[in-house]
């Protein structure tokens, strides 16, 4: 393997620091027995002492997985007075055991989740903005409705028909550069969804292998309200390489969203960051600002689980109805303060999974 993927690994552990030890990963000695071996596998042992944090160890490993050139990581954490464990899989489980670690798909790109800890914060409407962001700044980008309560992708993209089946792989649909699927294809709009965890964990697999995604750069995935069986089934199913957690202003919200945040430190999936929603309306006729939802819940709850504040939403007439008619703010309404907002969120999520850099166009109606 060649000593530049090796450099690149060396340097992407370098960046991360130990507030405890006040220096990095590299310099502390945190790191032994790195080898790089043919094909991209990387291994090492990671020294974490009782006194660490251990998201360094999941910091660590998604590092060193955007390296280009790395197919797999694998770390052997051990504490300089006990006995190493593996790290590639999530936490161990009740009885003691660490699951399997999930299987990674590389023609998925980035997988993205994004969460909520109750409904109608706009959790929709941040995934389906920020897929159309990444795809108007060039991305190939796939974005699977895992809301089987509630599936909205499809009315938010304008899209109704059922998909079609090629070769015995599902044809995901498109609109706005975003290719889509949906259990709101495959059901009536009235059906209601009774569904149970392993039902729904074989519904998230089949969207994840059996759907024609082709080569992607970013998979964003909707999730449902809470922290129930899609969010476990999915880390599961595939590889996350992070979540997002979408809240309002108000406490009542927040309190919700921790809780998904800390059920995705749990399995092990780092979050990216929250996004507020609904914040303040400014007039723009009077510069008068709204506080409908209270101020500064985003803010509280990305300073309490250490995860940046990607961006505030204000609320803005006429989003609604327009992703009722299938127009996401980028697409219908690119100039307004929502889709600046949105857009800046897309911008800090490609700079934070370390996608190249994005300046992206401010559309003209």
Wanted: charge should be negative; charged fraction near 20%; aromatic fraction near 4%.
């Amino acid at each position: 393997m060649s000593e530049s993927l090796e450099a690149g690994v060396i340097a992407a552990l370098s960046r991360i620091r130990n507030e405890r030890l006040e220096n990095d990963l590299m310099s502390a000695g945190m790191i032994r027995d790195l080898s790089v071996e043919a094909g991209g596998r990387v291994s090492f042992t990671f020294l974490l002492s009782n006194e660490d944090a251990g998201t360094l160890v999941r910091e660590a490993r998604s590092a060193v997985r955007l390296v280009p050139g790395v197919s797999e990581v694998k770390i052997a954490v051990t504490n300089p007075a006990g006995p190493a464990r593996a790290s590639h899989a999530p936490p161990p489980d009740a009885s003691g055991q660490a699951p399997p670690a999930p299987p990674e798909q590389a023609n998925l790109g980035r997988v993205i989740a994004i969460s909520s800890g109750k409904g109608g914060v706009g959790k929709s409407t941040v995934a389906a903005n920020l897929a159309v962001a990444l795809s108007q700044a060039g991305h190939r980008v796939g974005v699977m409705d895992a809301d089987v309560y509630g599936p909205n992708m499809p009315r938010m993209f304008g899209l109704s028909e059922r998909p079609m089946v090629v070769g015995g792989r599902i044809q995901p649909l498109e609109a706005h550069g975003v290719k889509l699927m949906s259990l709101g294809f495959l059901v009536e709009r009235d059906a209601p969804a009774i569904w149970r965890g392993p039902i729904i964990m074989k519904i998230i697999q089949q969207f994840l292998k059996d759907v024609d995604w082709g080569e992607l750069d970013y998979f964003i995935v909707d999730l449902p309200p809470g922290t129930g069986d899609a969010q476990l089934s999915l880390v599961q199913a595939t590889a996350v390489a992070g979540a997002i957690i979408v809240t309002t202003p108000q406490e009542m919200a927040v309190g919700d969203a921790l809780r998904g945040a800390k059920m995705f430190e749990k399995v092990g999936v780092p979050v990216i960051g929250v996004v507020e929603n609904m914040g303040a309306f400014t007039d723009p006729g009077t510069g008068r600002v709204f506080e409908l939802f209270s101020s500064g819940g985003g803010r509280r709850l990305a300073d309490e689980i250490g995860a940046p504040l990607l961006g505030e939403i204000p609320l803005q007439p006429g989003l609604a109805e327009a992703a009722d008619a299938g127009q996401p703010a980028l697409v219908g309404a690119p100039a307004s303060p929502a889709a600046r907002a949105l857009r800046a969120v897309a911008e800090s999520v490609t700079e934070r999974l370390g996608g190249r850099s994005m300046s992206l166009p401010i559309l003209r109606n």
